[in-house]
Each structure stands twice: as C-alpha cells, then as structure tokens.
C-alpha cells in the first residue's frame, strides 16, 4: 500500500524551528520528485518545496532562505526543516509524490507567541 505518514508539526514561538519527516511506503522516494504543500485557514494550497530525483530544490518566495527540503534514501524520508518562523507560515503542511497524486495526512504547523 502506498502511503506517506507526516511528523513533527506543533506550536512554535515565532523565530523557532521545527522539522517535518514525511516517511513513504509502498514505493522508493529515490526515482520521485517530491513536494511539500501548505494550507492556511481560508487559503488555497500552495507549493513550498520541491526536490527533484537530481536533487535539486525549489522553493517558494515566501519561504526561500528560511526553509529547506531534503532526502534521507536510506530512510525512504523526505524533511522540511523550517527556521525564522513567522506567524503568516501557520498552516498545515502536506507531503506530496506529484506523480501519482499521493498526500500524507499533514500536520499542523502554529506559529505563535
């Protein structure tokens, strides 16, 4: 069964960090470009972070230089580690394997004092 199962989101105070896992199973993340998502109340989804089979990264404007994906293959993880948090990145972030259309759970991410 193909499945991707998200950690680590919680309350944080607005400068913090904190670190999201996305653990798949049912395929190998080593052939998948893969994504994190976020939703805020009211907001659409929006893409936050890419990284390729290559392993290059992308990321969003809003996020560039604050957040950073990565991959452990060994683990079959892939990791957001988000640093400077503020209180407009509150949402809930969701691990995405685009081509087969594939969501974690999310979890909740709140920012604030």
Do not use: H
């Given at each position: 069964q193909v499945q991707l199962v998200e950690s680590g989101g919680g309350l944080v105070q607005p400068g913090g960090s904190l670190r999201l896992?996305?653990?798949a199973s049912g395929f190998t993340l080593i052939?998948?470009?893969?994504?994190?998502?976020?939703?805020?109340p009211g907001k659409q989804r929006e893409l936050v972070a890419t990284i390729t089979v290559g392993g290059s990264t992308n990321?969003?404007?809003?996020?560039?230089?604050?957040?950073?994906?990565?991959?452990?293959?060994?683990?079959?993880?892939v990791?957001?580690?988000?640093?400077?948090?503020?209180?407009?990145?509150?949402a809930v972030y969701y691990c995405n394997w685009p081509s087969r259309g594939v969501w974690g759970q999310g979890s909740q991410v709140t920012v604030s004092s």
């Amino acid at each position: 069964q193909v499945q991707l199962v998200e950690s680590g989101g919680g309350l944080v105070q607005p400068g913090g960090s904190l670190r999201l896992s996305c653990a798949a199973s049912g395929f190998t993340l080593i052939w998948s470009d893969m994504r994190w998502y976020r939703q805020a109340p009211g907001k659409q989804r929006e893409l936050v972070a890419t990284i390729t089979v290559g392993g290059s990264t992308n990321y969003a404007d809003s996020v560039k230089g604050r957040f950073t994906i990565s991959r452990d293959n060994a683990k079959n993880t892939v990791y957001l580690q988000l640093n400077s948090l503020k209180p407009e990145d509150t949402a809930v972030y969701y691990c995405n394997w685009p081509s087969r259309g594939v969501w974690g759970q999310g979890s909740q991410v709140t920012v604030s004092s």
